[in-house]
């Protein structure tokens, strides 16, 4: 897969935009729309909960891709209207019971992917390698927008990409999330890296005004084949 994918961060978009957004996402061809489910209790924030994704469904045809932020996540992600084709990202640091968790992601039809925080080691993925079909790797620490990147994530996404090739996975992907500016889009994209958060820092504005514009310029720097 040469050209990186966008996943749209949903809660960084204002209600009272939602349908001019989504309007401009569809004629736009954004691949995914991204929902971050926080508990506040394993992140300190709340956002996005089922009765949220069940009315957003009504809005769009996009796919969705699930970030789970929550305690206990194999006794909830059954309240979540997740789709076949769907990504569904589990954090390793939420539950003793991680494989169990990804094994129903893809009982159901969904992609399921591994999220790591930025202080977990790449090592946690070994072994739930044969569950997955993506990496999440966090840029930040987990439970709100608009902080800075952590700089040693950019050679995490690097080692942990060498090692899903050396090992024979050279199709599970690498996602990344957490300030994807297009310079730090450019630089994940570089170290391997095919899926993309866009929040506040690259599409999401106060402004719907641009939007166009916004989303051209974040393909330039993960699309490299144009």
């Given at each position: 897969m040469?050209?990186?994918m966008i996943?749209v961060?949903?809660?960084?978009?204002?209600l009272?935009q939602i349908?001019e957004?989504?309007d401009a996402?569809?004629?736009?061809?954004?691949?995914?729309?991204h929902i971050?489910?926080?508990?506040?209790?394993?992140?300190p924030?709340?956002?996005l909960?089922?009765d949220?994704?069940?009315?957003?469904?009504?809005?769009?045809d996009?796919?969705?891709?699930?970030?789970?932020?929550?305690?206990?996540p194999?006794?909830?992600?059954?309240?979540?209207d997740i789709?076949?084709?769907?990504?569904?990202?589990?954090?390793?640091?939420?539950t003793k019971h991680?494989?169990?968790c990804?094994?129903y992601?893809?009982?159901?039809g969904?992609?399921?992917?591994?999220?790591?925080?930025p202080?977990?080691?790449i090592?946690?993925?070994?072994e739930?390698?044969?569950?997955?079909d993506?990496v999440?790797?966090m840029?930040?620490?987990?439970?709100?927008?608009?902080?800075k990147?952590?700089?040693n994530?950019v050679?995490?996404?690097?080692?942990l990409?060498?090692?899903?090739?050396?090992?024979?996975?050279?199709?599970?992907i690498?996602?990344?999330d957490?300030?994807?500016s297009?310079?730090?889009?450019?630089?994940?994209?570089e170290?391997g890296?095919?899926?993309?958060?866009?929040g506040?820092?690259?599409?999401?504005?106060?402004?719907?005004?641009g939007i166009?514009?916004?989303?051209a310029?974040?393909?330039?720097?993960?699309?490299?084949?144009?």
């Open positions: 040469d050209n990186g996943s961060s949903m809660m960084c978009v204002h009272g349908k957004y989504l996402f569809k004629r736009n061809n954004i691949e995914y729309l971050d489910v926080m508990d506040g209790s394993f992140v924030n709340f956002t909960y089922p949220y994704v069940k009315q957003l469904r009504d809005l769009t996009i796919p969705f891709d699930f970030h789970f932020m929550i305690e206990k194999e006794e909830r992600l059954q309240w979540f789709r076949e084709g769907d990504y569904a990202a589990v954090h390793y640091e939420s991680i494989a169990k990804l094994q992601l893809r009982s159901i969904a992609k399921p992917i591994l999220a790591i925080n202080g977990t080691p090592c946690v993925v070994e739930a390698v044969d569950f997955i993506g999440l790797v840029t930040v620490n987990p439970g709100f927008a608009g902080q990147l952590v700089p994530t050679d995490k996404a690097r080692r990409r060498k090692w899903l090739d050396e090992n024979g996975h050279e199709d599970i690498i996602e990344t957490g300030n994807m297009n310079e730090n889009c450019r630089k994940l994209y170290a890296a095919r899926m993309f958060v866009a506040t820092s690259s599409l999401v504005k106060p402004q719907v005004e166009d514009e916004r989303i310029e974040n393909r330039k720097n993960i699309c490299p084949m144009g």
